[in-house]
């Protein structure tokens, strides 16, 4: 019997803006969380993950680390299968790391009972390590470049929502960063390896045009009820 011709594209459900791209991306099991409930290690994965392979003496003269403990924090990170070794790059002596994934995935609203705790660990973790990159980020706010701070936003706003109704709005904004994200997808970047040779006044290369450099975009929501 013929096989029923597979629908067309306009046909098939839209993918869920929220969901992990397996090829990309992590969802994170309850030893993951464990692993990552821990601002240090969080700012160490985002920092792979944002400017590419680096060794435990350079992530440790960025965050004003000693280098021991640098280095255990990656060890942590790389038995959690969260970060690889560069087997391209250093030596036994100076080892180079890098993230096996584009972004971690945790939805709270599928947690187990007996994961409860480690996921509000790594919330309050993730919470501490993007406190931590705002106070790093307010000493270069009067170096950014203007176009860099002209395109910038620091925006606060409070709503009168229900859970539903964030869950909703948490769908449509992670749509928005979906279609802007698959731009990046092998777009040269501005990053540790290709830092020398751009111009770090305009954010150019030598022939003028714009280069694309990681931005942050972060998004929190939660309920104000320390009334």
Same mark, same amino acid.
Do not use: C
């Given at each position: 019997?013929?096989?029923?011709?597979?629908?067309?594209?306009? +046909?098939?459900?839209?993918?869920?803006?929220?969901?992990?791209?397996?090829?990309?991306?992590?969802?994170? =099991?309850?030893?993951?969380?464990?692993?990552?409930?821990? @601002?240090?290690?969080?700012?160490?994965?985002?920092?792979?993950?944002?400017? %590419?392979?680096? /060794? !435990?003496?350079?992530?440790?003269?960025?965050?004003?680390?000693?280098?021991?403990? !640098?280095?255990?924090?990656?060890?942590?990170?790389?038995?959690? %299968?969260?970060?690889? +070794? =560069? &087997?391209?790059? %250093?030596?036994?002596?100076?080892? $180079? $790391?890098? #993230?096996?994934?584009?972004?971690?995935?945790?939805?709270?609203?599928?947690?187990?009972? #007996?994961?409860?705790?480690? &996921?509000?660990?790594?919330?309050? !973790?993730?919470?501490?390590?993007? #406190?931590?990159?705002?106070?790093?980020?307010?000493?270069?706010? @009067?170096?950014?470049?203007?176009?860099?701070?002209?395109?910038?936003?620091?925006?606060?706003? /409070?709503?009168?929502?229900?859970?539903?109704?964030?869950?909703?709005?948490? !769908?449509?904004?992670?749509?928005?960063?979906?279609?802007?994200? +698959?731009?990046?997808?092998?777009?040269?970047?501005?990053?540790?390896? &290709?830092?020398?040779?751009?111009? &770090?006044?305009?954010?150019? +290369?030598? /022939?003028?045009?714009?280069? @694309?450099?990681?931005? #942050?975009?972060?998004?929190?929501?939660? @309920?104000?009820?320390?009334?």
């Amino acid at each position: 019997m013929a096989e029923a011709p597979a629908p067309p594209a306009s +046909e098939l459900p839209a993918p869920d803006p929220l969901a992990p791209d397996p090829t990309h991306d992590v969802t994170l =099991d309850a030893a993951a969380l464990r692993v990552l409930a821990h @601002p240090v290690r969080l700012n160490l994965l985002s920092r792979l993950r944002q400017y %590419g392979p680096a /060794t !435990a003496r350079q992530l440790a003269a960025h965050f004003a680390l000693d280098p021991g403990s !640098a280095s255990y924090h990656l060890r942590r990170l790389a038995a959690g %299968g969260l970060i690889e +070794e =560069d &087997s391209g790059r %250093g030596t036994r002596r100076d080892r $180079w $790391w890098q #993230s096996r994934h584009r972004t971690s995935f945790h939805d709270p609203g599928t947690n187990r009972p #007996s994961e409860q705790a480690d &996921s509000r660990a790594y919330a309050q !973790a993730l919470l501490l390590a993007y #406190s931590d990159q705002l106070r790093r980020l307010a000493g270069t706010v @009067p170096l950014l470049p203007d176009d860099w701070y002209a395109a910038s936003v620091f925006s606060d706003y /409070t709503l009168l929502l229900t859970p539903d109704e964030l869950n909703a709005m948490k !769908a449509e904004l992670a749509d928005v960063v979906g279609r802007y994200r +698959e731009l990046g997808h092998d777009r040269p970047q501005r990053g540790a390896d &290709s830092k020398n040779s751009t111009d &770090s006044t305009n954010g150019t +290369e030598g /022939t003028g045009g714009p280069v @694309p450099t990681p931005v #942050s975009v972060q998004l929190q929501s939660f @309920p104000l009820l320390d009334r």
